[in-house]
């Protein structure tokens, strides 16, 4: 049973633009969360996290908000560019258990 | 620091043969993670060690799967027999756990069971 779930596989954003990727959780128990981004033939690099009394996080390009009533996740992408385009997986943290979602496959076209 | 170094990096290997995946965290990580990525499931954590003991193996799918981390800077996933079903990426991740939540992943192992 997927406790993350990321609904979009894919998504497409024109160069400049905002990119917005979404993540959902069950589990309540969730204190931390995490966005990776993973290059074809690499590991997953770690991008951003939030803490679970928090509801938003940013850190240059890249924002990430928490929604704790609609257990919901978002990352924010601004501007867009060439070099975002990978696949970005969302996870969640209770005590030393992740949790990671499908990924979403973000192309950022020029 | 080299990362996380796993071997090797592409296995290929019939039905029924054993496979061994190789990890080496980083230098001073107290935990070391197993995952495995497919494409329905994303990654899924199959086991994880703290000092080199395994904590939590519940994500471990069957018997025909083990891990052992003999120490601090060697960890073994195996699995025996193969199956054309565990045909997925393989990474192994470490982490400082006192200071960081963040785990740093290695380049992953492609295993293709035919």
């Known amino acids: 049973d997927q406790q993350v779930k990321q609904n979009s596989p894919s998504l497409s954003v024109q160069e400049g633009r905002i990119s917005i990727l979404n993540c959902d959780y069950t589990?309540?128990?969730?204190?931390?969360f995490l966005w990776y981004k993973k290059y074809p033939a690499e590991g997953p690099t770690f991008l951003i996290s939030?803490?679970?009394?928090?509801d938003k996080n940013e850190d240059g390009r890249f924002t990430v908000f928490l929604n704790k009533s609609a257990k919901h996740l978002s990352l924010h992408i601004v501007p867009s560019q060439p070099g975002d385009s990978a696949v970005y997986f969302c996870?969640?943290?209770?005590?030393?258990?992740?949790?990671f979602g499908t990924g979403t496959s973000l192309t950022v076209i020029p | 620091d080299a990362g996380v170094i796993q071997s090797p990096r592409h296995e290929v290997t019939e039905m029924g043969q054993e496979v061994t995946l190789r990890c080496k965290p980083i230098?001073?990580?107290?935990?070391l993670f197993w995952y495995r990525q497919t494409m329905m499931r994303g990654l899924e954590l199959l086991i994880y060690?703290?000092?080199?003991?395994?904590?939590?193996d519940s994500g471990m799918p069957e018997d025909r799967f083990s891990a052992k981390m003999p120490n601090a800077s060697f960890s073994t996933l195996k699995i025996q027999p193969s199956e054309p079903r565990d045909s997925a990426v393989y990474f192994c991740?470490?982490?400082?756990?006192?200071?960081?939540?963040?785990?740093?992943f290695g380049p992953g192992t492609r295993l293709t069971v035919t």
């Open positions: 991740a470490s982490r400082y756990g006192p200071t960081s939540y963040e785990q740093y």
């Open positions: 589990n309540s128990m969730f204190d931390y």
């Open positions: 939030i803490s679970s009394i928090k």
């Open positions: 996870a969640a943290l209770t005590g030393n258990q992740f949790y």
């Open positions: 230098s001073g990580h107290d935990y």
């Open positions: 060690f703290n000092n080199n003991v395994p904590i939590d």
